[in-house]
């Protein structure tokens, strides 16, 4: 039932771990995308990827390495975790293109960093 | 640099007492404006899409308006459960790709 989902909910983790955040959509779409909403609560486009392929790549550390193993799957692996890599990290999908289709969000991992 | 810009930052309304949310924006190129919603701990839900000046669009309590530089979206005789934060988009293309630059949202809270 669920459009797009996201594990875990919660990311609890020390400075310097490495850790991964999966995403799916059931909805068919071909583009999806990572943002970060930030304490302040901005949200903020990092990636973006249409039928596996890497379209949008904002100013984003390197130690953020997405992955998309098919279409309906777009995880997100982070190196090296830093204190200011907390906040809130959210997948969402679109049907891609440039059509002007509104995007679809998954419900948000929190991830703290200790 | 695309700039959205949301105004006020939070915004406290008894039931009943109508108001309005801005939103302007800088950008090259608009392809698109969207408003979300946004309630604790969840994801962004989609509300309306706007595509060029004078569109307007309905739902419910809900009425979003676009110019040439702002949108509004104007609440009617708001209830306690139309409280969430109110995040607004611009939509533009680079390349081939399709992206989303959101302002910082307003918070809503509607009171008995």
């Known amino acids: 039932d669920t459009a797009v989902s996201q594990t875990p909910k919660y990311l609890v983790t020390q400075m310097g771990n490495d850790k991964s955040i999966k995403c799916e959509q059931n909805?068919?779409?071909?583009?999806m995308y990572w943002y970060k909403q930030d304490s302040k609560k901005f949200l903020k486009i990092m990636f973006s990827y249409n039928n596996k392929e890497l379209i949008i790549n904002e100013t984003v550390p390197n130690r953020f390495s997405p992955k998309s193993p098919d279409k309906a799957h777009l995880n997100l692996h982070i190196n090296s975790l830093e204190l200011g890599d907390s906040a809130v990290y959210f997948c969402?999908?679109?049907?891609?293109?440039?059509?002007?289709?509104?995007?679809?969000f998954g419900p948000g991992t929190r991830l703290t960093v200790l | 640099e695309d700039q959205v810009t949301q105004s006020p930052e939070a915004l406290r309304l008894q039931e009943g007492e109508s108001s309005s949310l801005n939103c302007s924006y800088t950008v090259s190129g608009l392809r698109g404006l969207f408003w979300y919603r946004q309630d604790p701990g969840k994801g962004p839900e989609f509300l309306f899409t706007?595509?060029?000046a004078g569109e307007e669009k309905e739902k419910e309590r809900l009425k979003a308006t676009l110019t040439k530089k702002e949108s509004f979206l104007h609440i009617t005789a708001p209830k306690p459960e139309d409280s969430a934060t109110y995040l607004c988009a611009v939509q533009t293309h680079t390349g081939t790709a399709s992206k989303l630059t959101f302002g910082t949202g307003t918070r809503l809270q509607v009171t008995l």
């Open positions: 909805l068919g779409h071909d583009t």
């Open positions: 706007l595509y060029s």
């Open positions: 969402a999908s679109s049907p891609g293109g440039l059509s002007y289709n509104e995007q679809f």
